[in-house]
C-alpha cells in the first residue's frame, strides 16, 4: 500500500469510531491543527496531545469572549482550504458537546513536537529562567498532560513567542500567578524560555 493509500486508510479507521456530527466538528479543527493536532503552521499551536479539559477550557474561552486573540489564519487543508477564519469565529458556532467530541478526540492523540531549530546558548540561559518561573505550573518542561495547561516543550517557537508577548502586553489573559512574572522579564530572557522550549526533539 503506497503511503497516501495508508494515511487515507488510517484516517478511515479513526474517523469510523465517531457520528458523523463528531466528524463534521473535527473535520473544522483539523483545517488548520491537522487531523492529529500536529500543525505544520508555526503560527498555530500542535493541540494532539494535550488534557481534554485544557482544549476545552480554551475553546470555552473563545466563545465566551474571556479569550480574544483571534489573529485571521489561512485554513490548510478541507473543504475550506485557502479560506481566512479565526478561532473566535469557529469557537462561536460550537456547542458544548462539540467542544467535549474535539477535546477527548485530540487529547487521545500524541503530541509531536515540531521539528525546529534552537539556539543552545540561549536555550541554557531559558532552561534557567524556566526553572525559576514556570516549572511549578508547566512541570517536567511543560510536558505534563495532567498538569491541564499547555504542553511547552516542543511547541512551535514562533506560536509561544506570540502568547508570551500577548500575556506581557495584556492582549490576552492569563493566570493571575503568571502574567506579572512574565511582565518582570526583560526581552531577552523571554527569547531565551522560547529557545529552551523549542529546543526539545
Known sequence: MTKPYLML????????????AAADVIATCAGCHGTEG?????????I????????KG??????????????QRTVSSGDKKGSKSDMCQVAKGLED?????????YSAKPFVRARQTADDAMAKKG??????ICEKCHSNNGTVKADDTSILAGQWMQYIHAQLDDFRHDKRKGPDKMV??????????VDAIVQYLGSFK
Open 48 to 55: 494532539g496531545g494535550m488534557s481534554s479539559e485544557y482544549i
Open 127 to 132: 532552561q534557567v529562567v524556566f526553572d525559576q
Open 97 to 105: 458537546a462539540d467542544m467535549k467530541t474535539a477535546a477527548d478526540y
Open 180 to 189: 506579572p512574572k512574565l511582565k518582570k522579564l526583560d526581552q531577552s530572557e
Open 58 to 71: 480554551t475553546l470555552a474561552g473563545y466563545k465566551s469572549g474571556d479569550r480574544n486573540d483571534c489573529p
Open 9 to 20: 486508510a488510517l484516517l478511515a479507521v479513526s474517523m469510523a469510531a465517531i457520528t458523523p
Open 38 to 46: 500536529t500543525s505544520s503552521d508555526k503560527n498555530l499551536p500542535i
